[in-house]
């Protein structure tokens, strides 16, 4: 049998993870959600959970991972049969996630070609609504943005996505930071940095509190097996402690850097912050056009957004593509085609979800918005919760802990309180951001 692909260095991993966690949540979400949730106050919280409990629970994903060196169905299978069906879970949230993301993927796909070729000129809202009233032009895009990944997941791990995260997220970082230095620099900067950081502790309520932990979910991509996936493709002789400590860091920098990216020039410009599509396809093409050389920033600012998608779809993508290649013995080839193909049917609906399907709601939700909110706020949580119980309750912490300490070559000063966090603090703090997502609990 081939020996199972590995990354070709710590760092190869850290990139990918962390490109998978660097994604439009990064940039759309977090920003607004900051800003309206009592600036720093909203920060402290978030880091605090970031640090703590996601820290915990990337750990333990990458520990399921390596330990078992399987997709994240054969993972959970190989300690438990039962427990298969959370690898099964994990799947369907992927597939869905990626049928959605791909539609924003094509968009940012759109704006980065636009930017580049003719510029984007006239009514942003108007330029917006008319490109996603267009069927072809929003599933073209959409195809074109998953070729783009079915092509490095095709590439494999070393060679696809290794390479792929190792030039894309420095190039990230690099516009990031040229982006920082020219909103920071615009007159009445201030402003934003002021929505975006100004700690204000009278907005912080059980809401808040919420919110807070459920961004540090979704950005962390974790609860679907993504990092069971990536974390599967470690080598033995890498510390896990320190790789997993980079993601979550990583992530918040970037998180940090889009704030002060976007926020500044917003304000500086007159403009009111938003988040989601409308910030990002509708009021800062608006702030480019009011720019001196927004071009340039408007290119720089797409080809950001297209890296950042593109990363994480590659994680999507390759949970299943694992599975297929070890479970169904598929070759990888085959495998990504009848994926890519696969997807591109139920993604489409979700593309055409701001256009001719606009109207067509299924339970109160466009298509789009409904796999959006199933695998967002119900599937990744629920996976998560279960990811806890399974290395709590059924394969136990101390089995994990040696895989960690790598069979005691390095110390787990952690252990006690990670053991207790994966096996207490975790799971209710899931249970608790999965009820007020759902709405059951307001
Ligand atoms: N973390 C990504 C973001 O912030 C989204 C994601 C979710 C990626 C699940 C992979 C898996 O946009």
Same mark, same amino acid.
């Given at each position: 049998?081939?020996?199972?692909?590995?990354?070709?260095?710590?760092?190869?991993?850290?990139?990918?993870?962390?490109?998978?966690?660097?994604?439009?949540?990064?940039?759309?979400?977090?920003?607004? %959600?900051?800003?309206?949730?009592?600036?720093?106050?909203?920060?402290?919280?978030?880091?605090?959970?970031?640090?703590?409990?996601?820290?915990?629970?990337?750990?333990?994903?990458?520990?399921?991972?390596?330990?078992?060196?399987?997709?994240?169905?054969?993972?959970?299978?190989?300690?438990?049969? @039962? &427990?298969?069906?959370?690898?099964?879970?994990?799947?369907?949230?992927?597939?869905?996630?990626?049928?959605?993301?791909?539609?924003?993927?094509?968009?940012?796909?759109?704006?980065?070609?636009?930017?580049?070729? +003719?510029?984007?000129?006239?009514?942003?809202?108007?330029?917006?609504?008319? &490109?996603?009233?267009?069927?072809?032009?929003?599933?073209?895009?959409?195809?074109?943005?998953?070729?783009?990944?079915?092509?490095?997941?095709?590439?494999?791990?070393?060679?696809?996505?290794?390479?792929?995260? *190792?030039?894309?997220?420095?190039?990230? &970082?690099?516009?990031?930071?040229?982006?920082?230095?020219?909103?920071?620099?615009?007159?009445?900067?201030?402003?934003?940095?002021?929505?975006?950081? @100004?700690?204000?502790?009278?907005?912080?309520?059980?809401?808040?509190?919420?919110?807070?932990?459920?961004?540090?979910?979704?950005?962390?991509?974790?609860?679907?097996?993504?990092?069971?996936?990536?974390?599967?493709?470690? /080598?033995? *002789?890498?510390?896990?402690?320190?790789?997993?400590?980079?993601?979550?860091?990583?992530?918040? %920098?970037?998180?940090?850097?889009?704030?002060?990216?976007?926020?500044?020039?917003?304000?500086?410009?007159?403009?009111?912050?938003?988040?989601?599509?409308?910030?990002?396809?509708?009021?800062?093409?608006?702030?480019?056009?009011?720019?001196?050389?927004?071009?340039?920033?408007?290119?720089?600012?797409?080809?950001?957004?297209?890296?950042?998608?593109?990363?994480?779809?590659?994680?999507?993508?390759?949970?299943?593509?694992?599975?297929?290649?070890?479970?169904?013995?598929?070759?990888?080839?085959?495998?990504?085609?009848?994926? +890519?193909?696969?997807?591109?049917?139920?993604?489409?609906?979700?593309?055409?979800?701001?256009?001719?399907?606009?109207?067509?709601?299924?339970?109160?939700?466009?298509?789009?918005?409904?796999? /959006?909110?199933?695998?967002?706020?119900?599937?990744?949580?629920?996976?998560?919760?279960?990811?806890?119980?399974?290395?709590?309750?059924?394969? @136990?912490? @101390?089995?994990?802990?040696?895989?960690?300490?790598?069979?005691?070559?390095?110390?787990?000063?952690?252990?006690?309180?990670?053991?207790?966090?994966? *096996?207490?603090?975790?799971? %209710?703090? %899931?249970?608790?951001?999965?009820?007020?997502?759902?709405?059951?609990?307001?």
């Amino acid at each position: 049998m081939k020996e199972r692909e590995k990354w070709s260095s710590g760092i190869g991993f850290i990139l990918a993870a962390a490109g998978s966690a660097v994604g439009l949540g990064n940039l759309w979400k977090f920003p607004y %959600i900051v800003g309206k949730n009592g600036g720093g106050a909203f920060v402290l919280i978030y880091l605090a959970f970031l640090f703590t409990i996601g820290l915990s629970v990337i750990l333990g994903e990458m520990v399921i991972g390596r330990a078992t060196q399987k997709n994240v169905y054969g993972a959970y299978r190989s300690v438990s049969p @039962k &427990f298969a069906k959370v690898g099964t879970l994990g799947i369907i949230t992927g597939f869905l996630i990626i049928c959605f993301y791909s539609a924003v993927g094509g968009w940012t796909v759109r704006y980065m070609l636009a930017y580049l070729t +003719t510029g984007v000129s006239g009514d942003p809202a108007l330029y917006f609504s008319q &490109f996603t009233a267009s069927p072809w032009q929003s599933i073209g895009c959409q195809i074109l943005f998953l070729l783009i990944t079915a092509f490095i997941v095709y590439r494999g791990i070393a060679h696809g996505i290794e390479k792929a995260s *190792k030039l894309m997220m420095p190039m990230l &970082f690099v516009i990031l930071l040229v982006l920082v230095v020219r909103s920071l620099t615009l007159p009445n900067a201030m402003e934003g940095v002021r929505f975006f950081l @100004k700690p204000d502790f009278s907005k912080v309520t059980s809401h808040t509190v919420v919110a807070a932990l459920g961004q540090a979910f979704f950005s962390l991509s974790v609860g679907m097996g993504t990092l069971i996936t990536y974390g599967s493709y470690i /080598d033995k *002789k890498e510390n896990l402690q320190k790789t997993a400590f980079y993601v979550p860091l990583l992530d918040s %920098i970037v998180a940090m850097l889009g704030g002060f990216a976007i926020l500044p020039a917003v304000f500086s410009f007159g403009f009111a912050p938003t988040e989601g599509p409308s910030l990002t396809f509708i009021t800062l093409p608006a702030v480019f056009e009011s720019m001196p050389f927004g071009r340039v920033f408007g290119i720089l600012f797409f080809i950001l957004l297209f890296f950042a998608a593109v990363t994480s779809a590659i994680s999507m993508y390759e949970v299943i593509i694992a599975y297929l290649v070890e479970e169904k013995k598929i070759s990888r080839k085959k495998a990504v085609i009848g994926l +890519t193909c696969v997807i591109a049917l139920f993604a489409a609906p979700c593309a055409l979800s701001q256009g001719i399907l606009a109207d067509f709601k299924l339970f109160g939700k466009t298509v789009f918005d409904l796999f /959006d909110f199933t695998a967002s706020n119900i599937l990744m949580p629920v996976g998560g919760i279960l990811m806890c119980i399974f290395i709590g309750y059924i394969w @136990k912490p @101390k089995n994990a802990v040696e895989e960690i300490r790598n069979q005691g070559k390095f110390s787990f000063p952690l252990k006690g309180i990670w053991t207790f966090v994966i *096996k207490y603090a975790a799971p %209710i703090a %899931i249970v608790v951001v999965l009820l007020s997502a759902t709405g059951i609990v307001k």
